[in-house]
């Protein structure tokens, strides 16, 4: 199968703790996007990838954020110093340029702060 | 940005079709309509897009009324697996990334 993956699909820590997570896209897709949805809500766009260029991120992605895509192709996440806020669903997609394109979302990466 | 409006919840019986509502008022010429759907436990996928004119896929129908201010997603048949959260979303068509604004969509039950 070569959907978007991510790893790992759980992740608990302690507050204060930094983690980071990964996304494999569909390969030779150039865009990348991560999302993150609290339960009950729809996803909130956070940051977005064209090759390796970060070329848009949400007021939502604060300091403690930060994103990388370093070769253009797998995407990081990290957040450090979690708050227990930071709970929630961390979703990735991505797609080709060019066009109108739907973004394929990967499983998503559930973080839970104690 | 312009805003859908959507019901919290909707209940479908198996094998019966299903009309799913969004209202957007404030749709601007440029954006187009776009569904995706999230089921359990899942990442959102795809449903369907559309600008003006009504749209069939091979998963559903896209019904556009003619002043643009709201859409109806169509499944023809519901089934068990077609339980899931609906959202609508609108967005412009442009080469510059297409983020996707979710709202808190539709949560549709079927029942067998």
């Known amino acids: 199968d070569t959907g978007v993956s991510q790893d790992p699909r759980h992740k608990i820590t302690k507050r204060g703790q930094n983690v980071t997570f990964r996304c494999d896209p569909i390969?030779?897709?150039?865009?990348l996007y991560w999302y993150r949805q609290t339960l009950g809500q729809g996803p909130e766009f956070l940051t977005y990838?064209?090759?390796?260029?970060?070329?848009?991120k949400s007021r939502l992605l604060s300091d403690r954020f930060s994103a990388e895509r370093p070769k253009g192709s797998f995407s990081t996440l990290e957040i450090q110093r979690t708050e227990q806020g930071d709970s929630a669903m961390y979703l990735c997609a991505s797609n080709p340029a060019g066009g109108y394109n739907e973004q394929f979302f990967g499983p998503g990466t559930r973080l839970t702060v104690l | 940005d312009a805003k859908t409006t959507q019901p919290n919840s909707m209940e479908s019986n198996e094998e019966e079709p299903v009309h799913l509502p969004c209202n957007h008022s404030?749709?601007?010429?440029?954006?187009?309509i776009h569904w995706y759907r999230q089921l359990p436990s899942q990442g959102p996928e795809y449903v369907i897009h559309g600008l003006t004119s009504n749209v069939n896929n091979r998963m559903a129908s896209l019904a556009i009324a003619e002043d643009r201010k709201s859409s109806t997603l169509i499944l023809h048949r519901a089934t068990l697996r077609d339980a899931a959260v609906y959202y609508c979303i609108l967005n412009i068509y442009n080469n510059a990334g297409n983020m996707l604004t979710f709202g808190g969509g539709t949560r549709l039950m079927v029942k067998p």
């Open positions: 390969s030779e897709h150039n865009r």
């Open positions: 404030t749709i601007s010429g440029t954006d187009y």
């Open positions: 990838f064209q090759n390796e260029a970060q070329l848009e």
